[in-house]
Nanobody, 121 residues
Framework: QVQLVESGGGLVQAGGSLRLSCAASGSIFSINAMGWYRQAPGKQRELVATIASRGSTEYADSVEGRFTISRGNAKNTVILQMNSLKPEDTAVYYC???????????????WGQGTQVTVSS
């Protein structure tokens, strides 16, 4: 079983910053990529940012230049630094890991429980 634990959400004023952390643990053999998705009320879950095992990153256009995704110092951790936050960034943020539990297992997606980010105007 694989667990993803997120931390760092909260309430911040527009223009402020927040830092989200996510740690993956459990019976996982390797992780190909980790990332963050978000879901606002009444909207579909959307990609925010991802980082591959070799370090390449991808960002949603809406956060490019404001958010930075990076690997944490500990193994299987990922950080999302969010600067210049806007009210439209308000959502539940979910950590995602794409990995395998054994060398021959198919690639699977694992999700955290989500952390609320609220940006007030």
């Amino acid at each position: 079983q694989v667990q993803l634990v997120e931390s760092g959400g909260g309430l911040v004023q527009a223009g402020g910053s927040l830092r989200l952390s996510c740690a993956a643990s459990g019976s996982i053999f390797s992780i190909n990529a980790m990332g963050w998705y978000r879901q606002a009320p009444g909207k579909q879950r959307e990609l925010v940012a991802t980082i591959a095992s070799r370090g390449s990153t991808e960002y949603a256009d809406s956060v490019e230049g404001r958010f930075t995704i990076s690997r944490g110092n500990a193994k299987n951790t990922v950080i999302l630094q969010m600067n210049s936050l806007k009210p439209e960034d308000t959502a539940v943020y979910y950590c995602n890991a794409a990995g395998v539990q054994t060398p021959r297992a198919p690639l699977s997606d694992y999700w955290g429980q989500g952390t609320q980010v609220t940006v007030s105007s």
